[in-house]
């Protein structure tokens, strides 16, 4: 198995801010995602964090508003920018592990209320 | 606790129970199906997983059942547990791909 924590658990912003939200896993990584859980319904896919090129988007997320990093195989970075109230969401990094052939696993989530 | 769930479908049962948690799915083409366990202010937990080429799979007190044929997976509990009260999802790999789509999820409440 593999354990993926996220940076920070929780948080509280104003509009048209920008949030970073951090992802490590603590195993060797295949594939890293990112979901958007909003509340009382479930995960949507934004993108695949692709390591040392830009990500893979989802219908309906795009790159300035959700820009994403993976520098190496174990961590990734979502940013969610100029943030509105409907960005008040859990917001989950997931991954696939070299030892999971088809295991995902998920982090915590970050809960990102938006005022 | 988080707000995950509250404006899911709901399945009370007491506890001793067997449940059965259902579960629709979307492309005829998918090749693999979990479903995952998330309580409240957690990440989704895997259960137990299935294959497109299997019609079911058991695992400890969890059996998963498969119907291509109508898109159709179920996820039965046996002697549900006050500790099974969670939000069950669902979800399926589309073929060539690793990412998954979710369905809408079940919330189980066990009672004492």
């Known amino acids: 198995s593999a354990v993926i924590s996220q940076k920070p658990s929780r948080d509280i912003c104003q509009r048209g801010t920008s949030l970073t939200i951090q992802c490590q896993v603590d195993s060797q990584v295949t594939m890293m995602f990112w979901y958007r859980q909003q509340p009382g319904q479930s995960l949507t896919l934004i993108a695949t964090a692709n390591q040392g090129s830009e990500a893979t988007y989802e219908s309906g997320f795009v790159i300035d508003k959700f820009p994403i990093s993976r520098p190496n195989l174990t961590f990734s970075t979502l940013t969610v920018s100029n943030m509105s109230p409907e960005d008040s969401s859990i917001y989950l990094c997931s991954a696939v592990t070299s030892g999971s052939i088809n295991e995902q696993f998920f982090g915590p989530g970050t809960r990102l209320t938006v005022l | 606790g988080e707000s995950v769930g509250l404006h899911l479908p709901t399945l009370s049962v007491q506890e001793g129970d067997n449940s059965i948690i259902n579960c629709a799915y979307s492309n005829s083409a998918s090749d693999y199906f979990i479903w995952y366990k998330q309580e409240s202010g957690k990440g989704p937990q895997f259960i137990i997983d299935?294959?497109?080429?299997?019609d079911k799979r058991q695992g400890q007190r969890v059996t998963v059942l498969l119907n291509k044929t109508v898109k159709h997976l179920s996820l039965q509990i046996a002697a549900t547990q006050p500790g099974d009260s969670a939000v069950y999802f669902c979800?399926?790999?589309?073929?060539?791909?690793?990412?998954?789509?979710f369905g809408t999820g079940t919330r189980l409440l066990v009672s004492p």
């Open positions: 299935i294959r497109s080429n299997m």
């Open positions: 979800a399926e790999r589309y073929p060539g791909f690793q990412k998954l789509v």
